[in-house]
């Protein structure tokens, strides 16, 4: 199976031609000017001296090389010589102050010198992995091969270090990243020792030879999947983006090496993923405790940690499953995350951003101690537009830009379709254009022109009504359909407004629904409904009525009901019940209006 990789694939019109519009002209340049305010791009001069502020931090470089990350991408489209001159200026420090082992970190060259390599939680190779992304983006962008150069000298010194002469004091990587990214590098190169260099961290991984160095003071041997060999592991544990990392490097080795117990690997930790520890926005990690992984069916909507960089690894471990194991519910978990709990992480401005995605949020009952001067942990209610640890903005940059590398699959039978997104492609004699103002509604016109016998068109898991006009076989998700060279196809999925309910186990959600139309997940805001949003109920068989806005999907009205006010604490239970229109946007674009309550989950009537 082959991807149809991004650059070959135009985005015209609808929705993500929007976002994808609103990060060029807006989030690449908001992320840029935060990190220049913030010395990040300063750090690569390697002048930082002790006594000075400032100090580079041990994850500064691979903020910095998402964003050329993410810039490149933009460059394929069209080059630009300001983004391309910020690139080749950084580019110039890291190649000039890179050791004469082509070792880059700008935080270990300027201080703690003697510590390189020897603490695995610092993220040296986490900062490498994204350089080298960076490098091979920038490359296909633009031809220049100077960086890619410099981080082939930077990954041929890790595999000295570690795989050859195995002198540093650790084995695997404490934050994964360099695992997919070393792949990547092999693809770009041809240099099998890069591909090597991954399976080898993938293989070693969980074997105990890390215990000593295994985790923070504050954790156990979960936190990096340690307590286990990749190949026996059934269950997502420990940090949620570490974790996700990980499993798209396992992913990818299982694809390149054809090894079925890695890959029945990842399908166990996908399952236990979507059926027992993601949000209904597609979510991931349920508390800021080590911003992990919890129990199964422990999903608290107001503390939810949720972060955006879990959900972008998790689309990109979808991608790389729907490549090798052809099921649709891969493509619906990319979908939940890509419309809902990922896109949530920026403004409508696309120029402040959320770390953490809750699915509540009630102003009043978030600082409620006043003879304390230790305060319970909430999530932020508004967005920023840089944070010390600013991993989410510039994944926001790099990922927007490249979403439509989720579209397209082929084989040597088959074309298959696994996103709806208005667009043009070509590429290795495919052909294919989509109609579709999606996820708007349902109505999506395909033609496609291939040497494949047929195409398959996923129909999304949410919908139980659709209608081709063609003859179809449905499997696994797919409605298989002949092309026989060319075809033009009419896809229609139904797409009405469904209340959605958690299974009852997940006891924060008892009794209560959360409203979807389509793949999108919708909430309340205070600032359209008034004061006290957890005792609505909803009555789930009134009609919704769709009402247009600002937040590009449209608004939702539905008839619901809350308690009369009362000044009394407690009262006999009756029918005291006033009914009223509730308000709902797309969850995506709550907290674009100022500091207000927000919920998800609602009674239900």
């Known amino acids: 199976m082959k991807n149809i990789c991004f650059e070959h694939i135009k985005i015209d019109d609808g929705f993500w031609k929007v976002k994808q519009d609103m990060v060029k002209n807006s989030t690449l340049y908001a992320v840029y000017d935060r990190f220049m305010d913030t010395h990040r791009f300063d750090a690569l001069s390697c002048t930082w001296k002790e006594g000075e502020p400032d100090m580079p931090h041990i994850f500064w470089d691979s903020d910095v090389a998402k964003w050329i990350e993410g810039a490149s991408y933009l460059l394929m489209e069209k080059r630009d010589e300001r983004i391309e001159a910020i690139i080749d200026d950084a580019v110039d420090k890291i190649v000039s102050n890179s050791d004469e082992n082509g070792y880059f970190n700008s935080h270990f060259l300027v201080t703690e010198k003697d510590k390189r390599f020897k603490i695995r939680s610092n993220h040296e190779l986490y900062c490498a992995g994204h350089l080298m992304e960076a490098a091979v983006a920038y490359n296909k962008a633009t031809g220049k091969d100077k960086f890619l150069k410099a981080m082939c000298r930077f990954a041929d010194y890790i595999d000295k270090v570690f795989r050859k002469e195995k002198s540093a004091e650790f084995i695997t990587p404490g934050h994964p990243e360099i695992e997919l990214a070393l792949v990547r590098l092999y693809d770009a190169t041809g ?176 600082d409620v101690n006043n003879s304390t001067n230790t305060k319970e942990r909430f999530p932020i209610t508004q967005r920023v537009e840089v944070f010390e640890c600013s991993c989410c903005p510039p994944n926001i940059v790099r990922f927007i830009p490249s979403i439509a590398d989720l579209m397209y699959s082929f084989d040597d039978e088959t ?55 063609a003859d179809y076989t449905v499997k696994n998700g797919y409605a298989y359909i002949a092309i026989n060279g060319s075809r033009e196809i009419e896809l229609e999925l139904n797409m009405p407004v469904v209340c959605v309910k958690a299974n009852k186990r997940v006891h924060e959600n008892a009794g209560r629904i959360a409203v979807m139309r389509g793949p999108v997940l919708y909430c309340a805001e205070g600032v359209d409904n008034g004061e006290d949003l957890a005792g609505i109920a909803v009555d789930i068989s009134s009609e919704f009525k769709q009402e247009e806005n600002d937040f590009i999907l449209p608004s939702l009205s539905v008839c619901a009901y809350r308690e009369k006010d009362s000044d009394m604490l407690y009262s006999k239970a009756g029918d005291d019940y006033e009914k009223f229109t509730l308000k709902l946007i797309p969850y995506y674009a709550f907290a674009n209006r100022g500091e207000t309550e927000m919920v998800v989950w609602f009674l239900r009537k």
């Open 415 to 469: 074309v298959y379709v696994h996103q709806y997104i208005n667009s043009q492609t070509e590429y290795d004699n495919i052909h294919i254009s989509q109609t579709t103002a999606y996820p708007a509604d349902g109505k999506i016109k395909i033609t496609c022109s291939a040497p494949q016998k047929q195409i398959a068109l996923r129909i999304p898991s949410w919908c139980s009504d659709f209608k081709i006009n």
């Open 191 to 366: 240099e099998k020792r890069y591909l090597e260099l991954s399976k080898y961290f993938i293989d070693e991984h969980g074997m105990g030879k890390d215990d000593a160095c295994s985790s923070y003071d504050f954790a156990n041997n979960l936190y990096n999947q340690d307590e286990m060999p990749l190949r026996e592991r059934s269950t997502a544990e420990g940090h949620a983006v570490r974790a996700l990392y990980l499993y798209c490097g396992m992913a990818d080795i299982a694809a390149r090496y054809n090894d079925k117990e890695l890959l029945e690997a990842c399908k166990r930790v996908f399952e236990d993923m979507v059926n027992k520890k993601m949000y209904i926005s597609g979510g991931l990690g349920s508390t800021y405790l080590g911003e992990t992984f919890t129990v199964p069916y422990h999903l608290p909507n107001r503390t939810a940690y949720a972060e955006t960089c879990a959900a972008i690894a998790m689309a990109l471990f979808c991608k790389r499953m729907q490549m090798i194991d052809v099921n649709s519910k891969y493509a619906d978990a990319a979908e939940r995350v890509i419309y809902n709990g990922f896109l949530s992480g920026v403004s409508m401005d696309g120029k402040s951003f959320f770390y953490e995605n809750p699915l509540e949020i009630d102003t009043k009952f978030n």
